[in-house]
């Protein structure tokens, strides 16, 4: 038998022959990572992915997929799961570029997975070994990353943005803010507009003087900083007393929207600092106000303020959404917002008039408007001589969970409080790190909900006025998801993620109970033409520490910790 035996240039051939195959292969997987380019961030609404904390720069929380509908949602599956180590509140929602997905966890570890399998690509866990984690307000919590080129940022619990490479996880930049453990925090998911990661800072309980900031995506260098509390001669600065603004609080603790039309950033800012607003006489701008911004400068366009002179913790950060509305028949290009303070909002984005205010919760402290600006019931204001009684309580009557908006039945979905307080003032005085607030408060039930701590309710847009009511014995917590499948999703504080009827409320899919209470928000997403639907479980945030009676109570109590992600699929 003969046998042909390679010739060394024959086996030279073979060697390169292998070598450009796994390049070539190589090469593919890398492009297996399609780059997140302005022009898919602006059209991020009809992507197959999630690729925004709330899906496009409107803030909608929808997404146009009719795979899994009303008429098939009841046959909804676990497709596969993660359990996180940590069991604290578990927050973001998965954010998901083609078969790639990130999340985030307390404590700023960021995992990558597989969209469609689960399986664990890379983690990373940021360094918080030499921070003081208690002088972070309301939980160690994250609320996701943001995605651009081929990187994924992370804002931080000690005041830095990291970029990663997001096929590897490798560093590429981590730039600091901030000092850590001053008072000064950030929890929010970044948003990237043209190149520049933006991103907001918490710490209104702790006399941070709060700010927005935009990062260059490539370098990490700054571009522009504004604070939201403007100093003496500034614009806003006489609406505060002398030497108040440098400790008044204004932190801009959740991600903005966008308006590509206008070229305009709208962000939330929070509560004034210290809470105890006697201490403090004006407006004190721009807290609990929307403000519109210039993202190329940073510079303020316009504002709305949801409550003036607040003494009540009821911030203005609830996301801002984007949507076309027509009111007493009149069309609007408006920003909708569920306050804190119980009022739906209404505002003319394009120049910050007010259109119209309905109250969704039992709201007295404000207690209507007058020439579109809101009024306060003076009754409603503690002193260090007077406790009040007030709804909501300061946990609002929505906190930072965010609502949902369809363009489908053009109704707004809020995940609703039912609490009332009293508050009464306090003497205090600032000190870097400590809490700055003046006043003890004690959350209580509404009365006028006697049964029920939450509840999940339709907001029809053109009116303002509610369409349906979900009510719930526990408080609802959960993030708002609509689908052109005819649902809304939203999980609950006992563990079980919901479809409804977004048209009628009915409840048409219930999961199977998952480990924990659901604070996280959930997200949507198609790989290879298959839907999927994932949420964490993992229950934790405000309400267990600063919850009151409410958090006593035993069925409240006694919701188990330990975060996990559920995705499931037809």
Known sequence: MNVHRPTHQALKALAVAIVLACTGTAAAADADYAPVTDARLKAAGTDNGWLMYRRDYTSRGYAPFKTISTKNVANLKPAWDWKSPLDMGHEAPPIVNGDYLFVTTPKNHLIAFQASTGKQLWTYEHDLSNVGLKTICCDVVNRGVALYGDKVYMATLDNRVVALDAKTGK????????????????????????????????????????????????????????????????????????????????????????????DTLFWGVGNPGPWLATLRPGDNLYTDSVIAVNPADGKIKWHYQYTPNDTWDYDGTNETVLTDITYQGKKYKAIVSASRNGWFYAIDRTNGKLIYAEKFASATSVSGFKDGKPVTDPEMRPTVDKEVFTCPSFLGGKNWWPISVSPDTHMAYVPTLHTCM?????????????????????????????????????????????????????????????????????????GYLYAFDAKTGKVLWKSPQMASGVLGVPSTWTVNGKQYVGVFAGWGGGVPIWGGEMAKDPKVRNIPLGGHLYVFSL
Do not use: C
Not at 218 to 232: A, F
Not at 247 to 262: F, H, N, P, V
Not at 460 to 485: I, V
């Open 171 to 262: 560093v590429a930049w981590n730039e600091q803010l901030n000092a850590p453990d001053v008072g000064y925090a950030m929890t929010l998911a970044p948003l990237v507009v043209k190149g520049k990661v933006i991103v907001g800072v918490s710490g209104g309980e702790y006399g941070a003087r709060g700010f927005v900031e935009a990062l260059d995506a490539n370098t990490g260098k700054q571009v522009w900083k504004l604070h939201t509390i403007p100093l003496p001669g500034e614009p806003g600065g006489d609406t505060w007393p002398k030497g108040a603004a440098e400790t008044g609080g204004g932190a801009a603790w959740l991600t903005g929207s966008y308006d590509a039309d206008t």
């Open 422 to 494: 009293t508050m009464k003032g306090a003497a205090v005085s600032y000190k870097a790190g400590l809490p700055f607030l003046g006043e003890t408060f004690l959350v209580k039930r509404d009365p006028a909900f006697p049964n029920h701590w939450g509840s999940v309710q339709a907001i029809d847009l053109n009116t303002g006025k509610q369409a349906w009511t979900f009510p719930s014995e526990l408080p609802w917590n959960g993030g708002m998801l609509t689908t052109a499948g005819g649902l809304l999703f939203s999980g609950s504080a006992d």
